[in-house]
């Protein structure tokens, strides 16, 4: 629980592996991206992936606050999100994702950034960057809690409102993120 090595050898072993890839490489899949996507079969897919999350029991670094991907990559202009637990199941104790559903759907919305999640993380380097949308935008949106099984994908558009939560339990849990892109659209290789 505490062998920080062991999780970044973990971590690096699971990125570096085809074997999580390869559970996108389907024809059934890709058939599925391209249609969410809405784009021809002789279009190129980029897929880019997997980034390996660790929710460490009760700690914030790791988390982030409501936001949406396309603030990340703004010159990527058709992508879908790719989000499933790896070794065991996610859910509301063990950190899992939220989403607010329709959010794709809005407008472009505005957001803060800073480093850290919190007061007592903000500006800390071990802390991610947060392009965090306020919560007022997407107050009334309907909130899609992700109980996911081993096996289970969650796939959602690159402009939802998402955010992780807190690992209550005492277990660490784990989560693999791929990014699916429509390089025709792209505004930096298209």
Do not use: C
Request: charged fraction near 25%.
């Amino acid at each position: 629980a505490n062998d920080k090595e062991m999780l970044y050898q973990l971590q690096m072993l699971l990125s570096s592996s085809n074997d999580l890839r390869n559970i996108l490489e389907t024809e059934e899949l890709k058939k599925a991206f391209r249609s969410f996507l809405k784009i021809e079969n002789n279009v190129p897919l980029l897929i880019n992936g997997p980034n390996i999350f660790v929710n460490r029991p009760k700690t914030k670094r790791l988390l982030y606050k409501w936001h949406s991907e396309s603030h990340y990559y703004p010159k990527r202009r058709n992508f879908l999100n790719i989000w499933f637990p790896i070794f065991s199941k996610k859910n509301d104790k063990n950190g899992t994702m939220f989403v607010k559903e329709k959010s794709h759907l809005l407008k472009d919305l505005p957001f803060n950034e800073y480093q850290g999640f919190d007061k007592k993380s903000k500006n800390k380097k071990n802390h991610f960057v947060q392009y965090e949308v306020p919560e007022n935008f997407i107050k009334n949106l309907k909130t899609y809690k992700a109980n996911l099984n081993v096996g289970d994908l969650l796939v959602f558009n690159r402009k939802s409102v998402h955010t992780s939560t807190y690992n209550l339990s005492k277990k660490y849990s784990f989560a693999a993120v791929f990014r699916v892109w429509d390089m025709s659209k792209d505004l930096t290789i298209s």
